[in-house]
C-alpha cells in the first residue's frame, strides 16, 4: 500500500543510533559469521553513552535492592540474609512500604510514587541546600520522554523556536522536530572550551526575534553533551539572569551531574544558582531533568529519570500532569533506581564501603580514560580537542584535508561521516560525526565516549593513530 | 509568567485517571488524617486495570527469573539454589545469554534485545499457527508508547481520521488528539452484546469520506475495553476485509487476550485471522499489540509490551525504527518480561504446577468476579448490563431519572459523572463514568473493573445496591 509520512517524522535524525551505527551493527555480523572478514577482530563501540554495554558493572547495592523489591518473597527467608547486604534489605523494605500495597507491580501515580519523590526531593535539598517539593517532580522512563513532554507543553506553532546549544545531543533537534517547533541555535565557542557566552545568545535570540519567532525555552546542557565542558558558576549566574529577563524556560540537562572530572570544577544545578541569586518560584521557571542511565551507576537499560518542574503556574502544572498520565506512569523499577541515585548507602551503612569503592574506581577511571583519550587526539595531525571536565564524551575538531572533502561529496557523504565510515571500515571504531550535533559551518569534529574499559583504549589509540595518518596521507593536498 | 498552552494538550482528557479519580485520592488522604470523616473506611477502586495495587499478587516465576537478571550474582552462589526454581535460574541464565554483554543495565538495540524478539516470535507462532518475524517486533514501555508512536506515523495533519469504537478506551481519543488527527467514530451495537457492526463502519467512513476526511487507520480492541466483548471469528473475518477493501491499516488493540471468561469465545488475533483469509504481506497492515500489564500476570508497573507491524513497506518499518531509536530503547526488565509472558513455563518445567495453580486461580477468580458483578448490576433498577466475556471491565447502562439529569446539569456535571461522585461520596465505590469512554448520546453508562479481590465483591454490591436504591427514591421523576 501506498504510505505517506508526515515530514516532522521524516525529518527527524537521531545520529547517535544513525547509519554509522547501522553500519557498524553490519560488520559487527559479518565478524560473527566469518571470522576474519575484517581488518579487526571486534567492534569498538564509542558511539553511545552507554557504560554497561563496553562491561562496566552494575553497582552493586542498587541491584541488590532492585531484587528484592523485584521479587519481596526473598526478604521472608532466612537465607537471603547471606546473600544480600543488611541495608539493601533495610532499604528494600523502607521502599515497599513508601509503595501502596506494597505493589511494585501496580501502575503507580502518575508523577511517580510519592514516597520515592520524598526521597528524591530529599536528596535535591541535600545537593542544592535549597528546598524541593515532591510534587514538582516527575518521574519517567529516561530523562527523553521528559524532554518531550516539556517540547509538546512548550511548542504551539512552527513559530514557536526552542534556543538550542551547536553542538548539542541531538534528542533536542528530534525532539523540536517532531513536536513542529523551530530549533533556534547557539553556538558554543570551542575557542574557550566550548564556551556559553551571553552576547552569542542575544545575538541569536534577536535574531530569532526578527524573523517572528516567539522564543520559549533556552535548553542548557551542563555537564555538556557532546562537548564535555562543565559551565562555572558565575556563566550560570548570567544565564538565569538572561532567562529571566528575556521570559524564557530555562530546560536545564543535568543528566551529568555526578560525572565531572577536574579539581578546579563543580556542578552546580541551574534552580540552586537562581534560588542563590534570590529568584524563587513567580520569578523564573526552570526545569531540570535527571537520569538514571548517566552518572556513575550507568543504569540505561533500567529507563529511570525525573524531572524537577518549578515556577510554573497550577494551570500549567496540571497540564503537565495530564500528559504524564496519558502513559499511565513511568516504569517502578526505574523509578526505585532514581530515589536510590539519589540517595546512595551513607557513612556508617553495611555497604557503604563497598559502594563507595565501586563508585570511585568508575569514576577515576573515566576520568583517566578521558585525559588519555584527550592526549592521544592532541597528538593527531589536524585534531584539536578540548578536555573532558565532565559528561563521558570528547568531541575533538578535525582539519579534514581539502582533497578528502572533495572525495566525500563525491559519494554524498558529509566529510566528518567520511572519515568516521573509513576509520570504522579500518579499524571497527564506532565515533559519530560532528555534524550528527551540529557544528560551525565549515569545521568538522568527531565524537568519542571515554567509556572503552580501560584495557581497550591503548587498542583504540594505536588502531585510530595509524588509520589517521593513512588517511593523511592519502588525502594529502 | 504567562504561558499558553497549545491547543492538543488541553483538549485532551484521560478519564480513568481523571476527577473522579482524583476526588477518591483526596477523600482517601482525609480517611488517613480522621478515620471516620466519612460515610466508608476504605476506597474501592473499581477504576482501572490495575490488578495487583487491588492485591492480586505478580507470578512467582515470572519475578523469580526478573530478580535473577537484576542481580546475576546470585545465579553464582550456591545458596541462591534454595530460594529460586531451576527453571527460574535456567531461564534467566538463558535470558542473560541473550542480551550483548548480559548487561542488563545498558541500552539495548531500539527494537528490543533481539534475543527476546525471537522468543516473543517463536510465542506468537505457536499461538497463531502462522510465522511471526523478530524484525517485526517492536518492544515498548507498555502498550501506550506504541499506540502514540503509531498515530505519530499515521496522522499527518488534521484532516487525517482514525476509526474507533465508541465507547473506546480513552487512549485512543487522547493519542489522536494529540498528534492533531480526527477521531472518526463507530458506535458498537449494545443491544448484540457490544457488537461491531459491519454497516456501522461503512457508514461512518462514508460520512467521514464526505466531510474530506482522509481515513488512515481503524482501531478495534479485542477483548474490548470498556465493553468487555469477545469478537466472533467471522465478524473477524469482515473486519479484515473491510480493511483491507478501504486500505486501512488495522491497529488492533489486543492486550487483554489471555483474559477470557466464556467457555464458547476464543481469542484470534487480526494477524492469524488475515493470514487464514488468505493474506500476506502485501495485501494488509495489521498492527497487533500486546502488554504485560494486562492477562493474569497484571504486571502494570513494569511498564513492558510489544507491537507486531506486518504489512509495512521498508521505507514505512525504517520510520517506526527512527520513531523508536529518538526515545532509546524501552525499559529492559519490561522487555523481559514480554518475553517471558509470551513463553510462560511449559509441563515438566519445575515451576509449571505452581505457575499454572497461581494463572489459573487468578483467571476463574476474574470469571466469577465478573459474573457476580454483571448479575448484580442487572437487578439494579433501570440497569441493564452485557456480559463480561473477556478483558477486565463491565460497562453497565443506566437510565438516570430526569430529576438526576438536571440536577447534574445544575451543577455543571455530566449526568453519569454525577451518579459517579455521588456514589464515591456515599460508598467509596470508583467508577469511571461513560463519558469519559464515549456512549450514544442521550445514554448513560459506567465502567466497573472485575478486579477488587474477591472477599470484597459482596460489601461492593451491598453498598452500591442499597446507595442505587437512595438515589433512585431521591431522584424519583
Known amino acids: 500500500m501506498t504510505f505517506c509520512l508526515f515530514f516532522q517524522v521524516l525529518n527527524c535524525e537521531y545520529a547517535v543510533r544513525g547509519e554509522i551505527v547501522t553500519l557498524a551493527q553490519k560488520l559487527q555480523q559479518d565478524l560473527q559469521a566469518n571470522?576474519?572478514?575484517?581488518?579487526?577482530?571486534?567492534?569498538?563501540?564509542?558511539?553511545?553513552?552507554?557504560?554497561?554495554?563496553?562491561?562496566?558493572?552494575?553497582?552493586?547495592?542498587?541491584?541488590?535492592v532492585l531484587a528484592l523489591c523485584d521479587h519481596p518473597t526473598l526478604l521472608d527467608k532466612s537465607d537471603s540474609h547471606g546473600l544480600f547486604s543488611s541495608d539493601s534489605i533495610e532499604r528494600a523494605w523502607r521502599i515497599l512500604d513508601q509503595i501502596p500495597g506494597r505493589a511494585t507491580g501496580a501502575y503507580s501515580h502518575s508523577q511517580g510514587i510519592k514516597g520515592l519523590r520524598d526521597t528524591i526531593a530529599s536528596g535535591i535539598e541535600a545537593r542544592d541546600g535549597f528546598p524541593a517539593d515532591p510534587n514538582d517532580i516527575f518521574l519517567t522512563d529516561g530523562a527523553s520522554p521528559g524532554v518531550h513532554m516539556m517540547m509538546q507543553l512548550l511548542i504551539r506553532s512552527e513559530n514557536d523556536g526552542i534556543l538550542c546549544p551547536i553542538p548539542q545531543y541531538p534528542l533536542y533537534s528530534a525532539s523540536i522536530t517532531l513536536h513542529g517547533g523551530k530549533l533556534v541555535p547557539y553556538y558554543l565557542n570551542e575557542e574557550t572550551g566550548w564556551g556559553l557566552e551571553i552576547p552569542e545568545l542575544k545575538k541569536q535570540l534577536e535574531d530569532a526575534k526578527s524573523k517572528g519567532i516567539n522564543l520559549r525555552a533556552l535548553v542548557v546542557i551542563n555537564p555538556g553533551n557532546p562537548t564535555g565542558q562543565v559551565l562555572p558558576k558565575e556563566n550560570q549566574q548570567e544565564i538565569v539572569k538572561f532567562c529571566k529577563e528575556e521570559g524564557l524556560v530555562l530546560l536545564a540537562d543535568e543528566v551529568y551531574q555526578e560525572n565531572i572530572y577536574v579539581p578546579e570544577k563543580k556542578f552546580h544545578s541551574f534552580k540552586k544558582v537562581s534560588r542563590s541569586m534570590g529568584y524563587g518560584e513567580n520569578d523564573i521557571s526552570v526545569v531540570s531533568f535527571q537520569s538514571v542511565s548517566k552518572g556513575y551507576y550507568g543504569e540505561c537499560g533500567k529507563r529511570g529519570g525525573y524531572f524537577e518542574?518549578?515556577?510554573?503556574?497550577?494551570?500549567?502544572?496540571?497540564?503537565?500532569?495530564?500528559?504524564?498520565?496519558?502513559?499511565?506512569?513511568?516504569?517502578?523499577?526505574?523509578q526505585i533506581l532514581a530515589s536510590l541515585v539519589m540517595s546512595p548507602p551513607e557513612v556508617g551503612d553495611d555497604s557503604y564501603e563497598s559502594y563507595f569503592a565501586e563508585k570511585d574506581e568508575i569514576l577515576t577511571s573515566m576520568a583517566r580514560r578521558a585525559k588519555t583519550l584527550e592526549e592521544a587526539f592532541n597528538k593527531l595531525e589536524g585534531v584539536t580537542c578540548n578536555k573532558a571536565e565532565g559528561a563521558m564524551y570528547l568531541f575533538p575538531r578535525i582539519q579534514l584535508p581539502n582533497k578528502a572533502?572533495?572525495?566525500?561529496?563525491?559519494?554524498?557523504?558529509?566529510?566528518?561521516?567520511?572519515?568516521c565510515k573509513q576509520l570504522l571500515q579500518a579499524t571497527g571504531i564506532v565515533f559519530v560525526p560532528g555534524s550528527g550535533f551540529?557544528?560551525?559551518?565549515?569545521?568538522w569534529h568527531f565524537r568519542c565516549t571515554i567509556l572503552p574499559q580501560e584495557e581497550?583504549?591503548?587498542?583504540?589509540?594505536?588502531?585510530?593513530?595509524?588509520?589517521?595518518?593513512?588517511f593523511m596521507d592519502q588525502f594529502h593536498d
Chains 1, 2 share one sequence.
Open 35 to 64: 571470522p576474519g572478514s575484517h581488518p579487526f577482530d571486534e567492534i569498538l563501540y564509542c558511539n553511545i553513552g552507554n557504560p554497561q554495554s563496553l562491561g562496566q558493572y552494575p553497582i552493586t547495592f542498587f541491584r541488590e
Open 309 to 334: 518542574v518549578t515556577g510554573f503556574s497550577s494551570e500549567v502544572r496540571e497540564q503537565i500532569y495530564k500528559m504524564a498520565s496519558v502513559n499511565l506512569c513511568s516504569n517502578v523499577s526505574g
Open 405 to 419: 572533502i572533495e572525495s566525500a561529496k563525491a559519494e554524498n557523504s558529509v566529510p566528518d561521516a567520511f572519515y
Open 438 to 443: 551540529g557544528q560551525v559551518p565549515g569545521t
Open 456 to 470: 581497550k583504549i591503548p587498542a583504540i589509540i594505536t588502531r585510530l593513530t595509524k588509520f589517521h595518518e593513512n
